[in-house]
C-alpha cells in the first residue's frame, strides 16, 4: 500500500495520510541551524550540533511515537484540532504533507477552516520560520482560538533528559512583546538565546509548560487549549515552553496568515546585557524584522528553491525509468546533502547525543555531494584530516562544534585512513584543484605538528602498509569498516560497549576487505603521485598494492569467494570452513571493486557466489548463514539477532559496492536489478512492509533470516545514499569525473535504448547523450565531443562556461 505519491515537478513527495506506518520525516537548514520535520510537524531543531546546541526537546522512544514538535492548536467552537492532525488527533476533513528541498508544508483542514503551515529554514539565516495561513472555506463567520507550543530544551541534549536534580532549577525566560525569549543558562556561561515570535499581537503567552498542560496531561489536550485562555505564566525553573494565544475572526473566504519564528543567536561575552538582568535583544529583533511579512518569507522561499534547484541541476538524468530519474535528480542527491550536513548525527533514529562526524563515515558521504558541493567538501576534508594523528590512524569522530576529535567511539579502526584518500580523490577529480594537497593540516588538531595534506595521505597508505599480519594482509585494529566484527575484542562484560572497551593489542586479526580497499584506494594514490611528478613514491606505492594483491589471491581466497577475515587466532572468517558465516558481501565487494585476480577471474567467481548466497528480493545480505549465538571471537557481529544490522541484515551501505564491482564486470543487467532491490522509489508499494520513507535510503533491511525480512530501520544518515549515487552516476550511467577530465563508462540494463545526462563539470555543462541500438550492457562504439570524433572516451575539460555535447554510441 501507498501512504502518498511522488510529486517530481516540485521535487516533493506528497504523504496523503497522517497514520504513516512510521514517521516520515524531512530536514530543515543546510548551514548552520538545522530542524528535523515529521510529517505531523513532530521534530526538533538545533544550532550547529545536536548535543550541545539543541533548541527544542524532543523524546525518542517515546509513547505515543513521535510526540513533540512545532504545534499549532485550532480552537474553533467546542472543536480542538492541529492542521497535522497530532498532538491532538482529530480526525481531519483533508490532510496533505509536502516534504521538499528544504521545506515542509502540512496542510490540514477541519469543519470550513483550511491551513496551511509551511516550515523551512531561509538561507544564511539561523531559525525556522513557520507560516501558518488560515482560510475560512465555510459560509458563517469563524471566530478561532490559535495557540502555537513548542518545548525548550536547555541546550545540552545529554544533561537535558539526565540531569533532572539541576535542569530543575535552571530554566529562564523572558518576554518581551509577542516575543518569547530562552535564556536558561545565559546568566553564567552561555552567551546565546533562542526565542520564538509570532508577528501578530498576542491575547496572551504561557512559558511554563506545566501551567500549559495541566502537570497529568499531555501534548493531546493542555488545560490553557481546553479553557481557551493562556495563563500568562512564566517559567522559574522546571520546563521552559513557548506559547502564544492568537485570536482571529475570519468572515467566508477571508484568509489569514502569521509567521513565527523559532531563532537562535549569540552575543559577544561584553554585549550579553541591555541592562542587569535584561538580556540585548539586538539580534533576535534583527532576524525578526527579516521575515515579518508574509512577502518577506515568500521570497525567502523562492530563494531557498531557487538554491536547491541550482545544487541539484549539476547532475540530472533522462532515462526510461522514471523511478532512476526522480532518485537521482532529487532525492538521493537530497539525500546526499543532508549525510553531508548530519553526518550519523541527528535523525528518527540517531538521537543526536551520541555521534559527532565519523572520519570513515564522512569521507565515504563526500563521495555522494562532492559535483554539488566542492568548497563546502574541500573545508570538510581538511577539517577531518586534521583529526588525524601522526601514524596515519585517527580519531573515529569529532565534534562540528569544536571541530575536535572525540574518544567516545574509540579509534583504531583501521580502515579508516584509507577513506581519506578515497575522498580527496574524488576531490581532485571533481575540481581539478590541486592545490589542496599543499594545505598545511595539523595531526591531532596540534598546529605544532601541521603538514601538507599530501603528507596525510602519504600516512594514511602507509598505516596499512605499517600494520600488517602474518599473511601479510592488514590487521584489522578495533575494527574495520564493519564496526561489529570485534576480532580483538573478546568482550565478556554486558555493560561495556564493543566499540569502546579495551583491545587486544591485535597482531594477528587480518582484514581481507582492508585489503581490497587498499588496492582499489591506493590505485587513486599512486595515480595522485603521478601528477605530482612523484615516480619514485608512485613505483613504491604501485609495488605495495601488487604485493597486496598477491597476499589476497595467496591467503584471502577461500575457492568460490573472497574470505572476510582471520581472526585473533589467526582461524578463517568467512570461509567453507566456518559453520556459520561462510561468506560476507564486504570483501567480495572492495575485492572485485579492485579486480584483485582478475586475470583468474575471481571477481566473476566471487560476485556469482554474493547472487547465489547473499541475494534475496529485497536485496544483498552482508553474510550467510548468520550467526546463531553469540562468539566470543566475533564481538557485536554475532550479538543481533539473525537477520538484522551487520548480522545478515541488508547493510544498504555495501549492496552499492556489489553494483560497482558487477559494473565494472559489464553485466549492467545485475548491476541494475541490484539498484532496484533497495532504492526507496521502486518499494513505495510495499511502504507497509519497508515501513520508512520511500523517498530514501534507509541503513538497513532485515535480512533473510530475520522475522520481518524486507523491513527498514535507520532512514537518511547512512553512507548508503553517498554509495548508491556513486554506483548510479558513476558507474551504471557511467559518468565518472576523472583526474584529467570527464569519463564515460555506462554500463546499463541491455534493454535502455538510450538515456542522456547533464553534468556540470569544471566550469562547463556537458549534455552527454548515450545511444545503446545495439542492446549491450557495457562497450563503446563510438564517441564524439561537439561533432568530433574522439579515441577514447575522455571527454576534455574545457573550463569555458559553454555548453558541450557528448554523443556515445555503446556497442559490442
Ligand atoms: C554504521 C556506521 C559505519 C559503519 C557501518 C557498518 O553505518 O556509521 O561507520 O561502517 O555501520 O558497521
Ligand atoms: C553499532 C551499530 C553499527 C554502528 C556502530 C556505531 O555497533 O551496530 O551499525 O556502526 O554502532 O557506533
Known sequence: MQYGYFDDAHKEYVITTPRTPYPWINYLGSQEFFALISNTAGGYAFYKDALLRRLTRYRYNNVPLDNGGR?????????????????????????????????????????GVAADLLCFVPLDYTGEVQKLSLKNTSAETKTLHIFSLLEFCLWNALDDMTNFQRNFNTGEIEIEGSVIYHTTEYRERRNHYAFYAVNAEISGFDTDRECFLGLYNGFDLPDVVKSGQSGNSVADGWSPIASHHLKLSLQPGEE????????????????????????????????IAQFDTEQKVGQAFLKLKDSWDRLLNRFSVQSCDENVNRMVN?????????????????????????????????????????????????????????????????????????????????SHFNDDPLWLILAVSAYLKETGDWSILDESVPFDNDERKAASLFEHLKRSFAHVVNHRGQHNLPLIGRADWNDCLNLNCFSTNPDESFQTTTNKQGKTAESVLIAGM???????????????????????????????EQAVIKAGWDGAWFLRAYDNAGQKIGSQECPEGKIFIESQGFCSMAQIGQARNLPQIALDSVKTHLDTPYGIVLLNPAYSRYYLNLGEVSTYPPGYKENAGIFCHNNPWIMIAEAILGRGDLAFEYYQKICPSYLEEISDLHRTEPYVYSQMIAGKDAKRHGEAKNSWLTGTAAWNFVAISQWILGIQPDYAGLRIDPCIPAAWEQFTVRRVFRGSTYTIKVNNPEHVCKGINSFSVDGKSLPGNLAPVFDDDQEHVVEVTLGA
Open 256 to 287: 489569514h496568515s502569521y509567521v513565527f519564528i523559532l531563532g537562535y543567536a549569540e552575543n559577544a561575552p561584553d554585549q550579553k546585557w541591555e541592562v542587569p538582568g535584561v538580556i540585548n535583544k539586538r539580534k533576535a529583533h534583527t532576524m
Open 518 to 548: 587498499f588496492v582499489f584506494i591506493g590505485k587513486e594514490y599512486a595515480a595522485i603521485c603521478d601528477h605530482l611528478g612523484k615516480a619514485a613514491e608512485a613505483d613504491a606505492v604501485r609495488k605495495q598494492i601488487r604485493d597486496m
Open 71 to 111: 504545534y499549532f492548536y485550532i480552537k474553533d467552537g467546542e472543536t480542538l484540532w492541529a492542521p497535522g492532525w497530532k498532538p491532538v488527533k482529530t480526525e481531519l476533513d483533508r490532510y496533505e504533507c509536502r516534504h521538499g528541498m528544504g521545506y515542509t508544508r502540512i496542510q490540514g483542514e477541519k469543519q
Open 330 to 410: 532529487i532525492w538521493n542527491q537530497y539525500q546526499c546533502m543532508m549525510t553531508f550536513n548530519m553526518a550519523r548525527s541527528a535523525s528518527y533514529f540517531e538521537s543526536g547525543i551520541g555521534r559527532g562526524i565519523g572520519f570513515r563515515d564522512t569521507n565515504q558521504d563526500m563521495l555522494g555531494c562532492m559535483h554539488q558541493i566542492p568548497e563546502r567538501a574541500r573545508q570538510r576534508i581538511l577539517d577531518v584530516a586534521a583529526t588525524q594523528f601522526e601514524d596515519g590512524s585517527a580519531y573515529h569522530q569529532y565534534q562540528p562544534l569544536t571541530k575536535r576529535g572525540n574518544d567516545a567511539v574509540g
